[in-house]
């Protein structure tokens, strides 16, 4: 009993990481129609940034509010310069743009920081919390995972600009017609995607250590989340996640062992595809013309 | 003469290398009711988009003394032309109540009053202020449309076919709140019908438009009397 609710509360753990990219993956998903194949590696890279910005001496929460908001910019920036031009092109398109980016990012990183596994802090320190079933990064990293997925529902939710970036992404037309400058949101959706990214990254690199390859399961399973919530739905992709991840975990337990639990993110991502490809959440506006 | 509230002249525009609009000339005055007339593909809906900026033109366009039509449509959405879009443009995934904000998303001060206003126009809004708007009828969607737009407050309303896809009765009922919302609001309005009888009966001046060309123009009451009007638009 005692090790069957271990791994559900470190399921939590990762499917708080996991629920971060998924619900990063839904916001560019809304205003391109594909999926952000470079999400993971733009998590990675922001992550090589905090390592970086700590190995120069900065404190480990100054390094961390620094990479989010460097990360903010670079993927404002990947907006503005690579999808904006493109606003008018076949969809196809910026799948092309994702897939470059991811391997660009990918090699990029390896050039710049070394393929080499590193060890990455955490500000919780590794020992035991909560009567030991869980860790104390654990118990830290998924408070921040939550944190953000909160600030952020509450960001879309009630503010002004929220709103505006919903509506950008829905509906770019109608919105230029209510006055709302849309390239702006979009960008703004990007940062803030990357942000919640870099998040996940700087959360997920303790336990799995960091190399330019790090993200690459984390994405999958992600995805995995986003499907099984709905693409469609932030709050499904969120709860996708975390569900992905107690899975994930559960699976690599008691089922298939660890070296098998990827194929988990697998046989849900084609399991959701075939019997509800919806997701759990997923929208089904019935709109009339 | 006062200058009119807005001036088109010369308006050259298309879509891409498709030209629909072939040097247009016309003009909507202050606290007036305009109506672009005009058969199937005539170049109606591309004027409005022209007006506001969602395709590329040539010519002038002026909207209260300022020249708009380099402007990107946020801006002159921002000057104070609202544009209630072919097709409606509703927000379907969001629910009603956040479409009228987002009608009201340029302005900084209290909407209430102006939320409360609307709700005496189109009572059903208020019922339907949690649903999602793409699951209201297309009358509904038609007046949530309206009172977005006019939560912008704004100098010039375009209205796009307000009477499309809907059953006779809705499309009377919407006339007549229209007809009131513009005696009451004051803003002056460009609509474009295909219905020339509707469109004729709220308007004080009327144009023709035939294959992007301004053929007709005149006061609403003598373009409605006019005989190839009547025979070709009207239908007696
Ligand atoms: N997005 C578009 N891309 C290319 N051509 C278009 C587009 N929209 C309209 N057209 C073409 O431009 C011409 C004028 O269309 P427009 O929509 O302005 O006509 P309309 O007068 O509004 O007609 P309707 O009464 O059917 O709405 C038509 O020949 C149409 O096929
Ligand atoms: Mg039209």
Redesign the pocket.
């Known amino acids: 009993m005692d090790g069957l609710l271990h791994q559900i509360f470190s399921g939590i753990a990762t499917g708080g990481i996991y629920a971060a990219v998924a619900l990063a993956l839904v916001m560019i998903y809304q205003s391109t129609h594909h999926v952000n194949f470079a999400q993971g590696e733009m998590a990675m890279f922001s992550t090589f940034i905090a390592l970086t910005l700590i190995q120069a001496g900065l404190s480990y929460w100054l390094a961390f509010v620094a990479t989010v908001a460097i990360s903010f910019v670079l993927g404002a920036l990947i907006q503005r310069v690579l999808l904006h031009p493109l606003a008018n092109a076949p969809v196809l398109a910026s799948v092309g743009v994702f897939i470059g980016l991811m391997l660009i990012l990918n090699a990029l990183a390896g050039w710049l920081f070394g393929t080499t596994l590193k060890t990455f802090p955490s500000p919780f320190g590794a020992g035991p919390a909560m009567g030991g079933y869980v860790s104390r990064h654990e118990l830290g990293s998924t408070s921040v995972t939550l944190l953000v997925l909160i600030s952020v529902w509450a960001f879309f939710r009630f503010t002004r600009l929220g709103l505006a970036m919903r509506a950008a992404a829905f509906n770019p037309a109608s919105s230029r017609l209510v006055g709302i400058p849309v390239a702006r949101m979009l960008a703004l959706g990007w940062g803030l995607a990357a942000a919640i990214g870099a998040v996940a990254g700087m959360m997920v690199a303790p336990v799995v250590f960091l190399d330019p390859n790090m993200m690459a399961g984390v994405l999958l399973y992600a995805f995995a989340g986003a499907l099984l919530g709905g693409i469609t739905s932030p709050l499904g992709a969120v709860i996708g996640g975390f569900l992905v991840g107690i899975i994930e975990n559960l699976a690599g337990a008691y089922v298939v062992g660890t070296e098998l639990k990827l194929a988990v993110a697998l046989v849900i991502i084609v399991a959701v595809l075939v019997l509800k490809p919806s997701g759990l959440f997923g929208r089904t506006v019935t709109s009339r013309v | 003469m006062t200058d009119p509230l807005l001036r088109v002249a010369g308006l050259h525009g298309g ?1 891409g290398a ?1 030209k ?1 609009l072939h040097g247009i000339d016309f003009a909507v005055d202050e606290g007036g009711v305009t109506t672009l007339l ?1 058969a ?7 004027t409005l988009r022209a007006i506001s900026g969602m395709i590329r033109t040539t010519g002038e366009i002026v909207f209260a003394g300022r020249p708009i039509a380099r402007l990107p449509t946020e801006a002159i959405a921002a000057a104070g032309i609202a544009h209630v879009p ?1 097709g409606r443009g509703t927000f379907s995934e969001l629910t009603v109540e956040e479409n009228l904000r987002l009608g009201a998303w340029r302005r900084r001060d209290d909407i209430r009053p102006d939320l409360e206003r609307m709700f005496g126009y189109f009572p059903r809004l208020r019922q339907r202020l949690r649903q999602q708007a793409g699951t209201l009828s297309g009358g509904e969607q038609q007046m949530l449309a309206i009172a977005r737009a006019l939560l912008l407050r704004p100098k010039l309303l375009l209205l796009d ?1 307000p009477s499309f896809g809907l059953a006779p009765l809705i499309v009377r009922d919407i006339f007549a709140i229209l007809r009131t919302v513009i005696a009451q609001e004051g803003t002056s309005v460009l609509v474009v019908e ?1 219905n020339a009888s509707l469109a004729l009966a709220i308007a004080d001046r009327a144009y023709l438009l035939e294959t992007g060309r301004i053929v007709l123009s005149g006061p609403a009451a003598e373009i409605g009397r006019d005989e190839a009007v009547r025979r070709s638009y009207l239908g007696y």
């Open positions: 879509y498709t629909v005009g199937n593909g005539a170049g109606k809906t591309t072919d076919e295909q």
